[in-house]
């Protein structure tokens, strides 16, 4: 792009910015000394609010960048992460968002620790809790890194790492001033604009072929340099035995990890009820089925109207073919036109991607401070007194000191996911987010099952389910071609992968399942009937929650 034409697009892209922290600034007026105004804004969010928000922390850069990148470089292939991504909201809503609501008050660990003994309930999800949530933001900082040095006309190394650093910044700023109702808004804002976005961009792929979705797959075959097989299974999950088993462990991680994603499960507690919970699902299914369902439509026209060769040569992995794709259908580089429709789709994106990180850098400070600090701060006797009194009163920690711990965790989690998001760099960020579905599915996901409706499931069978989930997912993946041994990879000089599949959720989600179960069974506690009779009663009707 030209001088000018650059300026205009850093204008533009600078605008999201200057609004958002203007709500923060605005929002962090208001009081948030107590633990409950930090974490879940007090919960006086509408459904409709809390749906738009929750639609906007899922619709992530991996579904903006990564999913409509895969698409436009392998075809049918790619569209397994919008499948994957939207059928995953049936399990939410069926199984977790209302009973979720009813029986935490601000973590994941606080629905297990109901009726567990909760020092090492919730050391062990707030490690899992916190694991997940920087594999996720790695993803976000690597879109943020390949957008923005696209923006400023080119991808020096120097310009993404700078850009990696500011987006860190800036989500440290959020959640400490602003805390969840300054992420919620922001959350919201970003939702609208992305859909309208996705819409705008829909609209102009589909005009440009006349309404004729055939002619735009057509063409998109045409251009990708193969053909036929570009429409057809096969071209990304199809070399193998190998490519097949990472298209199901893939998929199992996509379906269901994010019933087990930290930041997901905490916008539950932002509403006042668990009716206004479910709704809320209902709202973001909406959204979101709608958004996936465009990211297709996106992903073969940048295909069709930018060349397959054209999006690889720009990004390896993908994440700049929408950016691109609004470039062209605005006219082309050097345009007016292109130009802003490109400066105004990488500021939706810039805003995806803040608001995203906000909302997973609370969730995990939550967890440090709520689960992680609070328990290793408690004396050990006091914990075994009563797990469950301290669970519905909040008293087991000073909500001050509490809330202050969240605000250095929140720049700590920061740091640790620049440094990572630095090296992660060429990796495409919807694969990253696959691997953070698939720690989430295997760690957090059986110990939430499990506790919600196992009569039986112990404290020992809650963490063995945790640990036995997350240790061999995070293994698996460092022993995986992501980390050594393939051009690819984090560590592309290095070879000492030892697990040939890129996901290790086929592997790792029955582990967590079953470590679970051994832990039950091998080691049975005597039952509290009485207290499975009050949590499940809880968890069912509401009664007595929070």
């Keep these: 792009m030209s001088g000018d034409h650059q300026t205009l697009a850093l204008v533009l892209f600078s605008a999201f910015v200057a609004v958002t922290l203007g709500i923060t ?19 006086l969010f509408s459904p409709m609010e809390n749906g738009f928000a929750i639609a906007g922390d899922y619709m992530s850069a991996a579904s903006f960048l990564g999913i409509s990148g895969l698409i436009a470089l392998f075809g049918y292939d790619g569209m397994l992460y919008s499948v994957g991504f939207l059928v995953a909201w049936l399990v939410v809503l069926l199984l977790v968002a209302e009973l979720v609501r009813n029986c935490g008050r601000f973590t994941l660990a606080d629905v297990v620790a109901t009726r567990m003994r909760e020092r090492p309930v919730r050391i062990a999800a707030g490690t899992s809790s916190v694991a997940v949530s920087v594999l996720y933001l790695v993803a976000q900082m690597v879109g943020a890194g390949s957008l923005v040095a696209l923006l400023l006309g080119g991808t020096s190394e120097a310009a993404r790492a700078w850009t990696v650093i500011g987006v860190g910044a800036l989500m440290v700023v959020y959640v400490t001033l602003g805390g969840m109702r300054a992420t919620t808004w922001i959350q919201i804002v970003k939702a609208v604009l992305l859909m309208a976005g996705t819409v705008a961009l829909t609209v102009l792929v589909l005009v440009r072929f006349h309404g004729d979705f055939n002619a735009l797959l057509t063409t998109a075959a045409e251009r990708s340099g193969h053909g036929k097989e570009f429409l057809n299974p096969g071209l990304a999950y199809g070399g193998g035995w190998t490519a097949r088993f990472d298209f199901i462990s893939l998929g199992l991680a996509l379906v269901l990890g994010t019933a087990g994603l930290p930041h997901i499960l905490s916008r539950f507690y932002t509403v006042p009820t668990a009716r206004a919970a479910r709704r809320s699902v209902v709202w973001s299914i909406g959204l979101i ?26 990004s390896a992995a993908g994440n700049t073919a929408v950016p691109l794709l609004a470039l062209d259908l605005g006219g082309g580089a050097g345009s007016t036109g292109g130009t802003v429709l490109f400066a105004v789709v990488a500021a939706i994106a ?44 909040g008293s087991r920690a000073e909500p001050r000191s509490e809330v202050a711990v969240a605000r250095f965790a929140a720049a700590g989690i920061g740091a640790v996911a620049i440094a990572l998001g630095l090296l992660a ?5 919807a694969f990253l987010v696959g691997l953070a579905f698939a720690v989430a599915a295997s760690a957090n996901l059986p110990v939430l099952l499990y506790s919600l409706f196992w009569r039986n499931f112990t404290t020992r069978g809650a963490v063995w389910s945790v640990y036995g989930g997350l240790v061999p997912a995070v293994l698996l993946v460092v022993l995986s071609p992501v980390v050594s041994g393939s051009p690819e990879a984090i560590f592309p000089g290095v070879d000492f992968h030892v697990f040939p599949l890129q996901n290790p959720g086929l592997v790792s989600i029955p582990l967590g399942f079953l470590a679970g179960w051994i832990g039950t069974v091998l080691f049975p506690e005597p039952a509290d009937e009485a207290k499975h009779a009050e949590s499940e009663v809880r968890s069912l009707t509401g009664a007595g929650a929070v």
Excluded at 28 to 42: C, K, L, Q, V
Excluded at 359 to 381: F, M, N, Q
């Design 25 to 43: 600034t605005w929002v962090s007026r208001d009081r948030h000394g107590s633990a409950e105004e930090f974490y879940t804004g007090g919960r």
């Design 289 to 314: 089925g709608s958004f996936y369902l465009m990211t297709i439509v996106l992903g073969f026209g940048a295909a069709a109207v930018v060349g397959t060769p054209e999006v690889r040569e720009s």
């Design 350 to 393: 810039f805003a995806t991607i803040l608001a995203v990180v906000a909302g997973i850098t609370l969730a995990s400070s939550a967890s440090v401070a709520h689960d992680l600090y609070a328990s290793l701060k408690k004396p050990r006797a006091e914990s075994r007194a009563e797990p469950h009194s301290e669970t519905r009163s």
């Design 425 to 429: 760099r060429d990796l495409n960020v």
